[in-house]
Nanobody, 124 residues
Framework: QLQACGGGLVQTGGSLGLSCAAS????????MAWFRQGPGKEREFVAA????????WYGDSMKGRFTISKNNAAKMVYLQMNNLKPEDTAVYYCAAGPGLIRSSAEDPTKYDYWGQGTLVTVSS
């Protein structure tokens, strides 16, 4: 019900946009998020936004570089990543969780739906 795409290889300082297509149900009342998992690392919160509303939250290392957005009519969630760094290399996942607030949005265990992940590799 969530399908992420857009990953690839990019050089340090470059930009990449990810997309997540939502299908199969309505996500009204849900928080839509991006997480990532680098090699040998735990899953890390990247960004989140409410499906119905304009709030957006970011992980500390993403602020000012990443932007989450959505198109409700198209049932799409996007992640624009700028000024990419080698440490941004990871598999990026989109996720949907019901009724989350800011403090719980960073917890991957609160999310019910996950996309399959898309690999982003940033070369130095």
């Amino acid at each position: 019900q969530l399908q992420a795409c857009g990953g690839g290889l990019v050089q340090t300082g470059g930009s990449l946009g990810l997309s997540c297509a939502a299908s199969g149900r309505t996500f009204s009342g849900y928080v839509m998020a991006w997480f990532r998992q680098g090699p040998g690392k735990e899953r890390e919160f990247v960004a989140a936004t409410r499906w119905s509303g304009g709030a957006a939250w970011y992980g500390d290392s993403m602020k000012g570089r990443f932007t989450i957005s959505k198109n409700n009519a198209a049932k799409m969630v996007y992640l624009q990543m700028n000024n990419l760094k080698p440490e941004d290399t990871a598999v990026y996942y989109c996720a949907a969780g019901p009724g989350l607030i800011r403090s719980s949005a960073e917890d991957p265990t609160k999310y019910d739906y996950w996309g399959q992940g898309t690999l982003v590799t940033v070369s130095s």
